[in-house]
């Protein structure tokens, strides 16, 4: 090979090499977690948790770097419409009180508060000994949940993220999020209880979401920050816990209100029980005084 | 220039970019969160604090006249004001020292202040800064046309005597205590004891003991004075009563606004967010079903409706080690900070409060605007600050601004005498005490008060006594004694 050629194999080379090297600089999301959040961060993320004697066993989002507030207001509260979908025809017993409305059935109590959350149980003697005993799995609980929300409505298309959690054997807890524009809405969910083939309990707070309104989007604090802000609160652990979640969404307290803003958060769930919401913008810990329990 | 040469270029050039481009790959940072400069939001507050002689202002100023008068003026009322501003600016000059009691003069003093809250001699002497305790009255005697004497003293018989030298001191004050004489006055006398008016009817055989101070105690009541209906039999009993402060009835008819009404202050939620939140933008917004707007950011609240109140939970539960002075100062920014604080509204009191052990202690502050010289009471009416070590914890501002000229009818209010006559029977009959025993009589004034119980458009406020009889406060309408019941806590009236 002469040198001309040499030269021109050369320059195609460094050609290739240099837009693969600019492609890599303008576009650092495509690299691996280690690019996106400094080796720094998550070393002192990593020896927080060691000294308090946590481990973390989640993976670290790497987005979302801004958020907003989201407008929501209060839930609808159907009664009559609930009433009609949860019995139908059935004869029932209905009692008014000051916080809410209950109806009793043979087989079930609805219970519609004043702001809009309700709960659905089940009458398990009314339960069916097979259904209840009947082997599932994670999959089959989910099919059940879904159903039971569709032939009531109750699966909007805001619906998206659930989680399913096994509680004992043959019984499930599967929870559906609202979202919006693909993030969820921790506190607006409907939460069900699985045994068997069927669904003993429902329980739902789901405020109806408005979307962003008159506000800029703002910087948010790293998922490795909101590890930080969550273990100084908690502290030194005597038994080892693990940080087994964290996830992006938003998150508020239930509020006797029209509407309101919802802030973002990143629930960091530990030991697959108790769930934290760490305000992504002031790192405050939206739900200090209660931990979401699954038990 | 020939190919090869410029293939040399061309390689030379890209083997040189690659090289800066992998060494921006491998020694530069990637902090995915942007590495902005932090914004600094400016401080903003609503206005500078008062300067410290203009924070505690005297509950009332009083002249006595002849044969055991006085007239009284109150705040708000414009004699008062001007009483008091030429004094602090009289005091702001010339020069003082301590006296020993001893040369306390013995004649009358010209001027008697109150104060509630207690007022520190320091702050309102110019270039004094030694501490010289808390006092609850001060009585300046007119020495001569530069020479005056106060004489701070307080309850537990501490005092403090101070000579005052300045240029035409003396001679200033008593041209305006004149001025203001000349330009009318309602005469005051003072309220005695159940005993002193036993003794003095008895000494007296015309039987010229003043009728509206006879009437109280007496066991010869007329029928036209009785307050009638199913008190009418306790009105004739005796019920005895000794006063335990300087209580000042006037002599005449008190003739007052029927209802004051209330316009609301205007303040800027934006300039409010701005000075409670160190970034308003963090804050989240609730609206709630009655229009009332809460901002939060997780660790503090403002709520804003007919009111605005201030939470910061976090902060609660601290102690106190600031000194009472401090605490004056520090309420005075609070209020000046958020809000700012209006000529016409006074710092009506300031307190510790909380266990003795030191935790969950505070300070509260509460104003109160004037019309007339009668302060506005009640939750709804007045203005009130929390705070400890940690900062302010509670602030809840009442935008509810008094119209200090109303022009609705005046009517002639009941004597203070008989108010109190009928506050001494529902407080016996409430108690359910024994006969034959002394009631003490800790406070009895005129004030408006809002009915917290009725929430309506329009804000109305309507003239009653307040009757404390020991630790009981009894409020009466002012002109029909009936008895009221505002429905707010003790700690607002």
Redesign the interface.
């Known amino acids: 090979m002469n ?2 050629k040499a ?2 194999v ?2 195609i080379v ?2 290739a ?2 837009l693969f ?2 492609y ?2 303008l576009e ?2 495509w ?1 691996s977690i280690e ?4 080796l720094e ?1 998550r070393q002192r993320m990593e020896s927080m948790l060691a000294e308090n004697n946590y481990v973390l066993e989640a993976e670290i989002p ?1 987005k979302p ?1 801004k958020s907003f ?1 989201l407008t929501v207001t209060a839930p609808q509260k159907n009664i009559e419409e609930l009433r009609e979908l949860f019995f139908g025809d059935e004869t029932i017993e209905v009692v008014e009180a000051e916080e809410g409305i209950t109806y009793t059935s043979e087989k079930a109590v609805l219970f519609i508060q004043n702001n809009g959350f309700f709960s659905y149980i089940i009458n398990q003697s009314q339960l069916g000994g097979d259904a209840a005993e009947a082997e599932v799995d994670e999959g089959e609980a989910l099919d059940t949940a879904s159903i039971f929300l569709q032939e009531r409505g109750l699966l909007t298309e805001d619906t998206g993220k659930y989680e399913v959690r096994a509680d004992n054997e043959n019984e499930f807890t599967v929870i559906f999020y609202e979202e919006y524009e693909d993030i969820p809405l921790f506190s607006g969910h409907i939460k069900l209880s699985v045994k068997g083939d069927k669904v003993i309990e429902a329980r739902s707070y789901r405020p109806r979401i408005v979307g962003v309104e008159d506000r ?1 989007e ?5 998922a490795t920050a909101a590890v930080m802000r969550l273990i100084e609160e908690l502290g030194y652990t005597g038994e080892e816990k693990t940080v087994s979640e964290i996830a992006p969404g938003f998150y ?1 307290r239930e ?9 973002p958060v990143w629930r960091i769930s530990i030991d697959e029980e108790n769930q934290y919401y760490i ?1 992504a ?2 790192g ?1 810990i ?1 739900n200090k005084e209660s931990a979401l329990q699954y038990k | 220039m020939n190919t090869e040469k410029l293939k040399t270029y061309i390689l030379c050039g890209l083997v040189i970019s690659g090289l800066i481009l992998t060494s921006f790959l491998w020694y530069g940072d990637y902090p995915y969160y942007e590495d902005t400069e932090p914004v600094f939001q400016e401080v903003f507050f609503f206005e500078e604090p008062r300067s410290e002689c203009g924070i505690v202002t005297p509950q009332k100023i009083v002249l006595p006249l002849e044969q055991e008068n006085f007239t009284v003026f109150r705040r708000g009322e414009e004699g008062f004001h001007y009483i008091w501003d030429s004094l602090l600016e009289q005091l702001g000059r010339g020069s003082f020292e301590e006296q020993p009691a001893i040369y306390l003069p013995e004649e009358k003093p010209d001027i008697v202040l109150y104060f509630k809250p207690v007022i520190f001699p320091e702050m309102i002497f110019a270039s004094d800064e030694r501490e010289r305790g808390s006092y609850s009255r001060g009585k300046i005697f007119i020495q001569s046309d530069e020479e005056i004497y106060i004489f701070f003293e307080n309850t537990d018989n501490r005092g403090l005597l101070i000579k005052f030298n300045g240029e035409s001191t003396g001679a200033a004050l008593a041209n305006i205590t004149a001025e203001v004489l000349n330009k009318g006055y309602t005469v005051f006398s003072l309220l005695k004891d159940s005993e002193s008016l036993r003794e003095n009817g008895e000494d007296n055989e015309e039987g010229e003991a003043e009728e509206a101070d006879a009437s109280v105690g007496e066991e010869l009541i007329s029928e036209e004075d009785s307050a009638g209906g199913d008190d009418s039999e306790a009105d004739n009993e005796i019920i005895d009563y000794r006063v335990e402060k300087d209580i000042y009835l006037p002599e005449e008819e008190l003739m007052v606004s029927s209802l004051l009404r209330f316009d609301e202050e205007e303040l800027s939620r934006e300039d409010l967010l701005k000075a409670i939140f160190v970034d308003k933008e963090l804050a989240r917004r609730i609206a709630e079903p009655d229009g009332t707007l809460i901002f939060t950011d997780g660790e503090r609240g403002l709520r804003i409706s007919d009111s605005v109140e201030y939470t910061a939970p976090g902060l609660e539960g601290g102690a106190v080690t600031y000194t009472y002075r401090t605490a004056l100062n520090k309420a005075n920014e609070y209020i000046c900070f958020y809000g700012g604080w209006a000529d016409s509204l006074f710092l009506r009191e300031i307190d510790k409060i909380g266990t003795a052990m030191g935790s969950n202690e505070s300070f509260r502050g509460i104003w109160s605007y004037y019309v007339e010289g009668f302060p506005v009471l009640g939750e709804r009416g007045t203005t009130e600050v929390r705070f400890n070590d940690q900062g302010l914890f509670y602030y809840r501002r009442s935008l509810l601004v008094p119209d200090f000229s109303p022009e609705t009818a005046r009517v002639a209010a009941a004597p203070g005498e008989e108010a109190l006559r009928e506050a001494l029977g529902i407080y016996r009959n409430d108690s359910a005490r024994e006969d034959g025993l002394v009631y003490i009589i800790n406070d009895l004034f005129p004030a408006y008060i809002i009915d917290a119980s009725e929430k309506t458009d329009e804000t109305d406020a309507y003239l009653v006594w307040v009757v404390q009889v020991e630790e009981k406060k009894i409020f009466l309408d002012a002109v029909n004694l009936k008895q009221v019941f505002p429905g707010d806590s003790d700690e607002y009236f």
């Open positions: 040198i001309s030269k021109s050369m320059i460094f050609l090499l240099n090297l600019l890599h600089l650092p999301g690299g690019d996106v959040i400094t961060e790497a770097e507030f800029q703002m910087k948010v604090i790293p508020s509020y006797e209100a029209e509407e309101w803003e919802v802030p305000n913008f002031t405050n939206e």
